[in-house]
Nanobody, 124 residues
Framework: QVQLVESGGGLVLSGGSLRLSCVASGRTFSGYSMGWFRQAPGKEREFVARISWSNENTNYVDSVKGRFTISRDNAKNTVYLQMNSLKPEDTAVYYC?????????????????WGQGTQVTVSS
């Protein structure tokens, strides 16, 4: 079992920045790919970014490319999402998730473990 706890959300003005963190505990973090998803009111949960266990591969949804950066520190069992140039349409609850190595990675159903979410609100 893997427990995930997100932090770092908040209220920010359009154009501002936030850094989300997700700390994993429980069974070993080793070999797990990590993803960030978001869900706005009335919308489905949306893939945002993912990073492989080795840090060699990252992927982003088109709407955040060039603005968001996913990274991880395996020694600290932590994954980060640096969000710059935030826009009101980025407003959502952001979730981190973990999945074993292999397979697809851009669908919520691909992930076995989820955090409780952290609210990000971007005002114009």
């Amino acid at each position: 079992q893997v427990q995930l706890v997100e932090s770092g959300g908040g209220l920010v003005l359009s154009g501002g920045s936030l850094r989300l963190s997700c700390v994993a505990s429980g069974r070993t973090f080793s070999g797990y790919s990590m993803g960030w998803f978001r869900q706005a009111p009335g919308k489905e949960r949306e893939f945002v970014a993912r990073i492989s266990w080795s840090n060699e591969n990252t992927n982003y949804v088109d709407s955040v490319k060039g603005r968001f950066t996913i990274s991880r520190d395996n020694a600290k069992n932590t994954v980060y999402l640096q969000m710059n140039s935030l826009k009101p349409e980025d407003t959502a609850v952001y979730y981190c998730a973990a999945k074993p190595f292999g397979g697809t990675w851009n669908r919520a159903g691909d992930y076995d473990y989820w955090g409780q979410g952290t609210q990000v609100t971007v005002s114009s």
